[in-house]
Every structure is written in C-alpha cells, then in structure tokens.
C-alpha cells in the first residue's frame, strides 16, 4: 500500500511538471539582478565619478522601466571610493561579501583599480572598469574588463600628430596617480617610435596648486611642445602657469581632460589645448551613416535633459559599461562566471568610446581608431581638423 502511493505521487508530480515543460516556463532565477558601482563621487576625482554615479542610474532606472532583463529587475549598489584606494578596497569588499553582488561597475580610477584587481581575480566577479590605464588589462586579468580607450593609444595619436606637424622634441608633465603614472610609462615609451627625443619629465602630485618650477625649467629646454597627461583638476593649473610664464609651444592633453569643466575651470588658458578623445564629446559633427551616431545622441540627450549639464566622456564609459552589462546578464542571467564569458565574447556593439570587439586576448575592446583630435575653440570641444 505504502509503495503504491509513493508512486502515485510521484506520478502526479511529473503530470504537474508537464505543462512547465511544453511551454518552456520557469520562475524567475533571482527576484533582482544586484550590480555593485564604485565611482568617486566625492573628493578630487568627483569630476569622473559624478557623471558616472548619475548615468549608472539613469540606465538601470531606463531598464526597469521597460521590464527589467529577462524579467528580472536591476537593483544598484553604488559606493563612493572618493578616489581613495583604501576606500575603494573596503566598497569592493564590502558589495562582494556582503551585498552578494552579480558584478561590479568601476572604479573610476586607474590607480583605485589595480589595488582591486587582486581582490576581484580571488572572488571570481565580473568587473568593468571606467579607467584607462593599459595595465588594467594588459596581461588580460580573466575578471575584468574595461571601456575607456587605452592610454598607449591616446599616446599614439597625439604623437602622431606631432610627427605629421614636424614636432622632434616634446617635454612630459604627469600627476603622479595610477593614471598620470602609467601614462608617463606610455609616453617614455612610444617616443622613439614616432622619432621624438623627451627633453624634459617632471611630475606633479593631485594635490599641487603651483607648476611653475617645473615648466620653468622646461622652458629652459629646446621643448617645441608638452604633454600634460592626468585626470585631476590640477591639470588645468599647468594650463594657466604656461600662460602666465608666456609658453607659447603647443600644449597636449590626455583623453582625462574630456569634461567641459575642465575648460571652464582653466579659462582663456584652456584655449588651442589638443587632446584625444571619443566622438561623444564632439557627437554633432559626426556622420549620420557613422555606427556610433545613434548612441552618442541618445546618451546626450538623455543625460542632459535628466541633469542639465553637458555629458562627459567620464559618464560614457559608464553608460558603455551598464549596456554592456545588460548584454551579457540577458545571455547568462544571474552566473557570475557565464556573465564573464558572455561579455568576452561581445562584439560588434556600439557604444560611447567606440565600438567595443571584446575576445580572450583583448578586454579594452578598441583600437585607436577610436580615438578623434579634438581641441578648444572659444570654450568648446571642437574636432581637430589639421
């Protein structure tokens, strides 16, 4: 008797499972997908991480407002590292230990993110870093990935703008952060291969409020022009102490200058500066049959409209990061490891810095065709044209 209501009621289970079966039906694998953000939301670094806290929230707000991925709702758990690495360390620590986090957006930093490289390898979650150091992923870490455009092709075409304009000798200036430092790396390093000859290196700290003693001394030096390469405000101090001290040679930024603020805050010192940067920041001009055209004015006129400032490529990177992100949770749903093999193979997709051909040997995804010359023209971004 007992053996036959086992079986009865084994039976009656599969006739119940039956119908899950044919239609394909399945409950939902987690009531949300949680995504952990680090930005420097505060402190010197606020200028990039501001703009990414905000886009971050703009699009998962936009995703969930139209259902969620595969049904499932984005919940946000955004840190502010304050560009600290020692605070970064603990955000990490604490959205993977304690929120249980499916994947992590950030930092905003270069120097912020190698210091949890080592933390994020152990732990085995997906991590897209809003940085561009080359060392973030060069070797290829197997968690983590990045958008921003690397430095060594920033380095690239800025020298290659001075090889085609006749430039031979070039003085260097870098913040020391993880970002002005591996930069200052790149730089040193290309220079043969575009023929210049380095007649001046000096740094400055994030901190420092006075370049003059550093750009007398380069102006003692046969520099025919200078490569200021960082992300804190106080690169635009080197903008205005070249003014005063009547340096008249061309000055070059990184692509760590792309936030119209920066511009405001150097002023008329601002103007001729040259730097490499995404197409976002000069997204009018270019070509309507180009693959980029449709995102770039989506995301800034959706950014705009929503905070009433004008986009960054600092916020692109995070908005480059969330879609990329939404792609691979769409294929792997709530499996940490499926979502890093699925953003390796992401190909193809258009974003804010370009467009992103991820693979196993490379987690930047660009080449340096990413990249445009731009410059400041009466207080704008403008492309370069020569």
């Not at 758990?77 to 959205?95: M, P, Q």
């Not at 070249?242 to 200058?257: A, C, K, N, V």
């Not at 693959?291 to 916020?315: A, C, H, I, R, W």
């Amino acid at each position: 008797m007992k053996k036959t209501i086992f079986v009865v009621a084994i039976m009656a289970a599969l006739i119940a499972l039956v119908p899950l079966i044919v239609l394909g039906e399945k409950e939902p694998e987690a009531e949300s997908y949680k995504i952990g953000a680090v930005f420097a939301i505060t402190g010197p670094a606020s200028w990039l991480g501001e703009p990414e806290r905000n886009t971050v929230v703009m699009v998962a707000d936009m995703i969930n407002s139209d259902g969620g991925i595969n049904g499932v709702p984005i919940e946000l758990v955004i840190e502010d590292s304050v560009g600290d690495e020692t605070k970064t360390v603990n955000a990490v620590k604490k959205l993977i230990n304690s929120d249980k986090v499916l994947a992590i957006i950030g930092p905003s930093r270069s120097g912020t993110t190698m210091a949890v490289i080592p933390i994020i390898e152990k732990a085995e979650v997906p991590l897209i870093s809003c940085a561009a150091a080359a060392p973030i992923v060069e070797p290829v870490k197997k968690w983590v990935f990045k958008t921003p455009q690397l430095d060594s092709h920033a380095v690239e075409r800025i020298y290659g703008h001075m090889r085609d304009h006749g430039i031979k000798n070039v003085a260097l200036m870098s913040g020391t952060t993880g970002f002005g430092a591996a930069g200052r790396e790149q730089l040193r390093n290309l220079a043969g291969d575009f023929g210049l000859t380095i007649v001046a290196d000096e740094t400055y700290g994030p901190a420092d409020t006075d370049m003059t003693p550093q750009l007398t001394k380069i102006r003692g030096t046969d520099a025919e022009a200078l490569v200021n390469w960082s992300i804190v405000p106080a690169q635009v101090i080197v903008a205005k102490n070249m003014r005063q001290l009547g340096m008249d040679i061309p000055l070059y930024l990184s692509h760590g200058f792309g936030n119209i603020k920066y511009v405001k805050a150097a002023g008329e010192a601002a103007e001729g500066i040259i730097f490499p940067a995404g197409r976002l920041l000069a997204a009018d001009t270019v070509s309507g049959s180009h693959p980029q055209k449709k995102v770039l004015m989506e995301y800034k006129k959706l950014y705009e409209d929503k905070y009433n400032e004008p986009v960054s490529t600092f916020g692109g990177h995070a908005w480059d990061a969330m879609w990329i992100l939404s792609e691979a949770l769409k294929k792997a749903g709530a499996d940490k490891s499926a979502i890093r093999d699925a953003i390796e193979n992401i190909t193809g997709f258009a974003g804010t810095g370009g467009v992103f051909n991820y693979s196993a040997t490379d987690h930047t995804g660009l080449t340096k065709e990413a990249f445009e010359m731009l410059t400041v023209r009466n207080g704008q971004f403008v492309v370069l044209k020569d």
